[in-house]
């Protein structure tokens, strides 16, 4: 089975770095997914790691370690628009089109 | 290309009715997925299709859930019959067959059940 792990709720300050952090415990591991979710709407592909070490798409950066089970998201210039809920998800031995299993979710609000 | 299509966005019905759910996945996807998702419980993996065949139904809560592909391009999740601890949001998601692509969710159903 899988165990995800995430923190339920954080707050930052618009411009400020935040840094989102999952732990995980499972039976199969193919790649760590990372999804975006506002109010109301359905979850958007943030990133993906397979393999340890950081990867950098413009304002976001995602992390992960597999001997420790651990991956992070780092938010950084936080705008308004960044509040919403960040999904952290494990694909399982079959890889992604055996279906993620998601974590419940970071809720993360930004303060002016 | 208009993404997962759900229909319909908002479902109310009263307990011990039939409610389907319907599902159109992104062309060219080749698998597809149906997901629930409540506060307490977060988003679930019910069942989940490759090419159009039930790969895994063990996510289903109860017989009362049925789902079924009969063609590429759409889907239907059927609860017959319905109860209130049904209430939720429904997510179809569609991929790649392909170990690092991301699923693509549609806006979901929100279902309740009174």
């Known amino acids: 089975g899988q165990n995800i792990d995430q923190p339920t709720e954080m707050t930052a300050t618009e411009g400020a770095i935040v840094q989102i952090n999952c732990t995980y415990q499972t039976s199969g591991f193919n790649g760590l997914f990372w999804y975006q979710q506002h109010a109301g709407e359905a979850p958007t592909f943030l990133s993906y790691n397979v393999l340890d070490g950081l990867e950098e798409k413009g304002r976001f950066s995602s992390f992960l370690s597999r001997s420790k089970g651990y991956s992070y998201l780092l938010l950084k210039e936080l705008q308004m628009k960044d509040s919403a809920s960040y999904l952290c998800?494990?694909?399982?031995?079959?890889?992604?089109?055996?279906?993620?299993?998601f974590g419940k979710g970071t809720h993360l609000i930004i303060q002016p | 290309d208009a993404g997962v299509i759900q229909s319909p966005r908002h479902e109310v019905t009263e307990m011990g009715q039939e409610v389907t759910l319907r599902c159109k996945p992104i062309s060219g996807h080749n698998s597809l997925f149906w997901y629930r998702q409540t506060m307490m419980r977060g988003l679930e993996l019910l069942i989940y299709?490759?090419?159009?065949?039930?790969?895994?139904d063990s996510g289903m809560p109860e017989d009362r859930f049925s789902a079924k592909m009969p063609n590429a391009s759409f889907s239907t999740l059927k609860i017959q019959p319905s109860e209130p601890r049904d209430s939720a949001v429904y997510f179809c998601?569609?991929?790649?067959?392909?170990?690092?692509?991301?699923?693509?969710f549609g806006n979901g159903t929100r279902l309740t059940v009174t």
């Open positions: 998800a494990v694909a399982g031995s079959g890889g992604g089109a055996d279906g993620l299993t």
């Open positions: 998601a569609s991929s790649l067959l392909r170990r690092e692509s991301p699923l693509h």
């Open positions: 299709f490759n090419n159009n065949v039930p790969i895994d």
